[in-house]
């Protein structure tokens, strides 16, 4: 079944920056969309971006909170999605997932904490 296995989170500072990395096994990465979603203390787990299979496009979608600042990206040659994060804002501390939603099964990460705080 598919494996997801997240990296690159951390304590940064507000006005920081972190690139998550999300390796991908065990399943056809390039032919599903991908994304990230993250959860706060005390908060649901809510969806941050999107972004389409290769033959789809690769085409991105944001939250509105995280517009303009984070940047979803996929490389297939080495099975990883990324994100970006800019301008972070102690209200983006949370644990980040991705997610694959496949034909077997949809698959969570075991998620990686980003914290945003001086």
């Known amino acids: 079944q598919a494996q997801l296995v997240e990296s690159g989170g951390g304590l940064v500072q507000p006005g920081g920056s972190l690139r998550l990395s999300c390796a991908a096994s065990?399943?056809?990465?390039?032919?599903?969309?991908m994304r990230w979603y993250r959860q706060a203390p005390g908060k649901e787990r809510e969806w941050v971006a999107s972004?389409?299979?290769?033959?789809?496009?690769?085409?991105?979608n944001y939250a509105d909170s995280v517009k303009g600042r984070f940047t979803i990206s996929r490389e297939h040659a080495k099975s990883t999605l990324y994100l970006q994060m800019n301008s972070l804002e102690p209200e983006d501390t949370a644990v980040y997932y991705c997610?694959?939603?496949?034909?077997?099964?949809?698959?969570w990460g075991q998620g990686t904490q980003v914290t945003v705080s001086s």
């Open positions: 997610n694959a939603l496949t034909p077997t099964g949809t698959y």
């Open positions: 972004i389409t299979s290769a033959s789809s496009g690769g085409i991105a």
């Open positions: 065990e399943f056809a990465f390039r032919n599903y969309p």
